[in-house]
């Protein structure tokens, strides 16, 4: 055993929690001492710098000074659930009781909320094999103290979206922000979760976020994922979703910022006629890394899935995307897309990209294709005739090479505050936008 995994083992073996998850950190301790640590020589991490993963680990710099940092999302009408380095923090929640839906933290669940915690935690994440689960998940199990339960009974449409806010600061070191969200939807209910990791640390903290997704039958649920990181930040996090029969699934994600960021999302269409629409932007600058793998498994037949996925890289630095559809055997008629567009700005950015189709049914549409360019020339020439600079002529088409996706997030308010947000990601200077509306 190597010196860095004894040193997260000791901790994660001293690390004090409820004594009813006990058994479910036992099991994802042992799943840590026996699991291949993040090497190059894995095909998963061949191309990122897991040097930085181990670095912040092992000796993790926090900052004593703060910065303030807005988390709020203008005119968005929402529960609001917010947690602080991992603690839950009542005062910045507004949480209002309703009828059919459990939104619990795992520190105040009541005996009941804790069997049916129990009967769905990890549950998402034993779906995955070997090659789609890593050791990052199964760390934050072994680290699980609070998480957040939400549950929507059967027949239940929770029209007010939940905000689960994420917020780290300069305390926060080493192993300690391990956020756990868990979702769990009942026959034909509906609900929107957002979730939005913010920081305000100068140093290298660390945040290892997992969220289960349980949809069931002909359940609706649309799910946005929002990293934005300051760029010492090292993030890895990870979603597993569970599709029932004709359940249905939007997610989003976006990655901005952070010194070293992995996201993965494995989605298990598990029921017959179930739908997944899974979206996500990625921008980088400076010396940023992103590594996003998206893997689709279709396990019953009558399926779709639409995966999408853009990146913006600028300056020095490096993305990479490992998106993967697996058609096992016995998903026949299944319906598959998968597209990876990718922009660079400067010569000193680089992109990794791998589309994968991995079919074993013979009854299947599926198509996949990856792209890598640059600004074009003539679309550039062509506004700067219109009297528009140069820079801005480049913010206006990076800004729409994302914004169609943009575009699909059907709620407004969360819509709005991330084309702005994402409007002035490559400049300082706010006038450059008003020719973006």
Same mark, same amino acid.
């Given at each position: 055993m190597s010196d860095l995994r004894e040193t997260v083992v000791a901790t994660a073996t001293q690390w004090t929690s409820l004594p009813w998850l006990a058994p479910y950190r036992e099991q994802s301790l042992a799943r840590v001492k026996?699991?291949?640590?993040? *090497?190059?020589?894995? $095909?998963?991490?061949?191309?990122?710098?897991?040097?930085?993963?181990?670095?912040?680990?092992?000796?993790?710099?926090?900052?004593?000074?703060? +910065? =303030?940092? +807005?988390?709020s999302i203008p005119a968005l009408d929402a529960m609001r659930v917010v947690f602080v380095d991992g603690a839950f923090d009542a005062d910045a929640s507004t949480v209002a009781a309703m009828d059919g839906l459990t939104l619990v933290t795992f520190s105040e669940a009541t005996a009941d909320e804790q069997t049916r915690i129990v009967t769905h935690l990890g549950s998402c994440l034993n779906q995955a094999d070997k090659r789609e689960r890593h050791i990052?998940?199964?760390?934050?199990?072994?680290?699980?103290?609070?998480?957040?339960?939400?549950?929507? =009974?059967?027949?239940?449409?929770?029209?007010?979206?939940? *905000?689960?806010?994420?917020?780290?600061?300069?305390?926060?070191?080493?192993l300690n922000n391990a956020p756990r969200l868990l979702v769990v939807l009942g026959t034909h209910?509906?609900?929107?979760? @957002? $979730?939005?990791f913010v920081n305000n640390a100068a140093g290298s903290a660390v945040v290892n976020a997992v969220a289960e997704l349980? @949809?069931?039958? #002909?359940? +609706?649920?649309?799910?946005?994922?929002?990293g934005v990181?300051?760029?010492?930040?090292?993030?890895?996090?990870?979603?597993?979703?569970?599709?029932?029969?004709?359940?249905?699934?939007?997610?989003?994600?976006?990655? &901005?910022?952070?010194?070293?960021?992995?996201?993965?999302?494995?989605?298990?269409?598990?029921?017959?006629?179930?739908h997944g629409d899974v979206t996500g932007l990625y921008l980088t600058r400076g010396e *940023?890394?992103? =590594?996003?793998?998206?893997?689709?498994?279709? /396990? +019953?037949?009558?399926?779709?899935? =639409? $995966?999408?996925?853009?990146?913006?890289?600028?300056?020095?630095?490096?993305? @990479?995307?490992?998106?993967?559809?697996?058609?096992?055997?016995?998903?026949?008629?299944?319906?598959?897309?998968?597209?990876?567009?990718?922009?660079?700005l400067d010569q000193g950015a680089e992109i990794y990209t791998k589309p994968e189709l991995e079919i074993y049914a013979d009854d299947v549409r599926c198509a996949h294709g990856a792209t890598v360019s640059q600004i074009q020339s003539d679309a550039?020439?062509? &506004?700067?005739?219109?009297?528009?600079? /140069?820079? $801005?002529?480049?913010?206006?088409?990076?800004?729409?090479? @994302?914004? *169609?996706? &943009? #575009?699909?997030?059907?709620?407004?308010?969360? /819509?709005?505050?991330?084309?702005?947000?994402?409007?002035?990601?490559f400049t300082r200077d706010s006038a450059i936008l008003e020719h973006l509306g």
């Open positions: 026996a699991g291949q640590w993040p *090497e190059l020589r894995q $095909e998963h991490w061949m191309h990122s710098p897991v040097r930085r993963l181990h670095a912040a680990l092992a000796t993790p710099t926090p900052s004593d000074t703060l +910065t =303030d940092k +807005t988390d990052m998940a199964d760390l934050n199990g072994a680290m699980l103290s609070d998480g957040l339960f939400i549950q929507v =009974d059967k027949n239940v449409q929770i029209s007010r979206p939940i *905000e689960v806010v994420y917020r780290t600061t300069g305390a926060a070191t080493g209910a509906e609900a929107t979760v @957002i $979730e939005q349980v @949809i069931g039958d #002909n359940a +609706t649920l649309k799910h946005y994922r929002l990181d300051q760029h010492a930040m090292v993030h890895v996090g990870a979603v597993h979703v569970v599709l029932k029969n004709n359940a249905n699934l939007k997610g989003f994600i976006l990655a &901005l910022g952070s010194h070293f960021k992995r996201t993965d999302m494995v989605v298990h269409h598990t029921g017959q006629g179930s *940023e890394h992103s =590594d996003l793998n998206a893997c689709i498994e279709h /396990r +019953t037949p009558h399926c779709f899935t =639409d $995966e999408v996925f853009r990146g913006i890289l600028a300056d020095k630095s490096k993305a @990479i995307f490992n998106g993967r559809i697996h058609i096992h055997p016995q998903a026949q008629k299944t319906l598959a897309n998968l597209s990876n567009k990718n922009l660079l550039l020439y062509y &506004l700067q005739t219109r009297g528009i600079g /140069r820079k $801005e002529a480049e913010i206006m088409l990076s800004y729409g090479f @994302i914004n *169609e996706l &943009l #575009n699909t997030i059907s709620v407004a308010p969360l /819509r709005a505050h991330l084309q702005s947000v994402l409007a002035v990601q």
